[in-house]
């Protein structure tokens, strides 16, 4: 259900690029991915929405470093439970105290890395609002939480 990789396109959403401009590492959700087509340099490029029963979103063209087979593998694998908690910080200020959040693992559009110890975390709340925090977990952790 998640795929792992770095993204080294995502066609005209800068604002889904968080702290570097490009190959940032993302997880993202399979059941936002539509059309993946192999790139004449081997990665997949695809539509990809944050959420896709919203006709408002569009969806953006992204290219990403993994290959087809691995992408089917990872969204075929089991993971595990249906929902994730998941510690987050209040206004995205990594200075507060944490609080808990619990999402339905299919809600969660993506995740992205950052320099320090946390991850962004994109997903959709009540079925048509987006939204972002920060996590107070690596990527890889977050990564790895999605299969339990």
Not at 114 to 126: K, N
Request: net charge negative; aromatic share 14%.
């Amino acid at each position: 259900m998640f795929v792992p990789g770095y993204i080294s396109q995502w066609r005209g959403d800068n604002h889904r690029i968080f702290d570097r401009a490009a190959y940032n590492w993302y997880v993202l959700n399979t059941n936002r991915m539509f059309e993946i087509t192999t790139a004449y340099n081997g990665y997949q490029d695809m539509f990809f929405f944050d959420n896709p029963a919203d006709s408002r979103d569009g969806g953006a063209r992204m290219r990403l470093n993994l290959d087809l087979e691995d992408i089917t593998e990872m969204a075929d694998s089991p993971h595990g439970s249906e929902s994730v908690t998941l510690d987050v910080f209040p206004n995205n200020d990594d200075t507060q105290t944490t609080t808990e959040l619990t999402l339905q693992k299919a809600a969660i559009a993506y995740f992205c890395e950052r320099d320090d110890d946390t991850c962004w975390l994109t997903y959709i709340d009540m079925g048509w609002e987006k939204q972002r925090v920060l996590v107070d977990e690596t990527g890889i952790a977050l990564w790895l939480m999605m299969f339990a």
